[in-house]
Each structure stands twice: as structure tokens, then as C-alpha cells.
């Protein structure tokens, strides 16, 4: 059966700058990408944003209805849970960049509502480059995906968070180091107050681990 995510040679590569060693450039040429059809709906680019050589590398799906707003990524509801997370196990938010995979927010309207709906494959591939750039600028010695859209763009489509999460894993030409864990959205939709402080704590726990790699010789 054929997969319509094929069809499409969506690409962000023609929209990237001459001098794309330098995030601040990107970031502007990010801003009048049209390597998709998010651009259409989305209401600006939600570049990345951190020190240009950061320890760790935050990257997550996509960025919210709020970041989409403000303009920058992990500043709403899910960038709260995320800071709170790096507070407690002592990694300081000044030596982290963070970012997304796919740089406009993707959405269903429901009323005045607007719903997150996932990126497809066809509109990861498009915006990689800018996620490329990104890594090889910053140089982290640590990758953190974020959910499992960010950890199957950089580890393959049969990655599980799942099962891998808080796992150290070794990335030729990534990071000396990627480790995956749940994004802090998912936290922020459990059920109820006993199975968020769950998550949270497992989390929390898988920080620990990216913490203790940035502290390793």
C-alpha cells in the first residue's frame, strides 16, 4: 500500500542561509521558511532557542499554543514542568538549548480552540534540516528527546520511549549521548493527581541520568 507521506518532496533545505553557521541568522531565515504547509496556519516560526554551545540539547515535537504566541519554544504549560524538572536535579536552565523538531505549531480548531494534532512524517523530514543546523552549531554532549516523535526523528521509527527511556545511548554523529524520555505535555494529560506525580517522578528520574552524563569526564 502505498503511504502518501512519500508523495511530497517537502523540503526546509532551499530556505536555509548562505552563512548557516550562525543561530541568529537561522533563526531569521527560519521565520520565512515555506518548506511545508504548516506555514500556512502557523502564525510565525518557533525557532530554538539556548546558548550557542549548551550542554544539553532539549528537542520536542512541536511547540504549543502558547509558544506559538510568545514565539518561543517551552514557555507555556509544558516548558513550566520542564523547568521545575531541571530545578530539581541541578542541571541549570542557562547551559540548555531547547527546541523542536518540527518549528510551527500544527493544530485542529475546535470553537476558539486550537487542538494539537501530530506532525506527519513528510512535514519532519521537511523541517530536519533546521533541527541539523541546529545540533551542529550547538555541538551538545547530551541530546534529550522529548516524546516519542523527537525520538523516532533522531533514532528510528521502532525507538520506544516506552521501553528505552532514561537509557544513556551512544549516537555517532549526534551527541556523544542521547537519552529519550516522556515530553512534560504527557505529564500535564494524566488522568489524575496520583498518575502525574507518577510521571513526574519518573521523569524526574531520567533527568537524573542526563545530569549525571554531564557530569562525567
Known amino acids: 500500500m502505498k503511504d502518501d507521506d512519500d508523495e511530497l518532496p517537502w523540503d526546509a533545505t532551499p530556505f536555509l542561509p548562505d552563512d548557516g553557521d550562525n543561530l541568529e541568522r537561522l533563526r531569521q531565515a527560519a521565520a520565512g521558511c515555506r518548506g511545508c504547509d504548516l506555514y500556512l496556519t502557523g502564525a510565525q516560526t518557533v525557532f530554538g532557542e539556548g546558548p550557542r554551545q549548551a550542554d544539553v540539547l532539549f528537542v520536542g515535537e512541536q511547540p504549543g499554543d502558547q509558544e506559538e504566541k510568545l514565539g518561543h519554544p517551552f514557555v507555556g504549560p509544558a516548558g513550566r514542568v520542564l523547568d521545575e524538572a531541571l530545578e530539581e536535579v541541578g542541571i541549570d536552565r542557562a547551559r540548555v ?15 476558539k480552540r486550537r487542538i494539537h494534532s501530530k506532525p506527519n512524517r513528510r512535514e519532519i523530514r521537511a523541517c530536519r534540516p533546521w533541527l541539523e ?25 521502532s525507538f520506544r520511549v516506552t521501553h528505552e527511556h532514561g537509557k544513556a545511548i551512544e549516537a555517532s554523529g549526534l551527541a556523544p549521548y542521547i537519552v529519550a524520555t516522556v515530553h512534560p505535555a504527557s505529564i500535564l ?7 502525574r506525580e507518577l510521571d513526574r517522578q519518573s521523569f524526574v528520574k531520567d533527568l537524573r541520568t542526563v545530569r549525571e552524563l554531564l557530569e562525567t569526564p
Not at 494529560?189 to 498518575?195: E, G, I, L, N, Y
Open 97 to 111: 538549548y531547547v527546541t523542536n523538531v518540527v518549528k510551527h505549531f500544527k493544530f485542529v480548531e475546535r470553537g
Open 133 to 157: 543546523k541546529e545540533l551542529s552549531i550547538v555541538k551538545p554532549r547530551v541530546i534529550v528527546c522529548l516524546g516519542a516523535t523527537a525520538a523516532q526523528a533522531l533514532l528510528g521509527a
Open 189 to 195: 494529560r494524566a488522568p489524575d493527581a496520583k498518575t
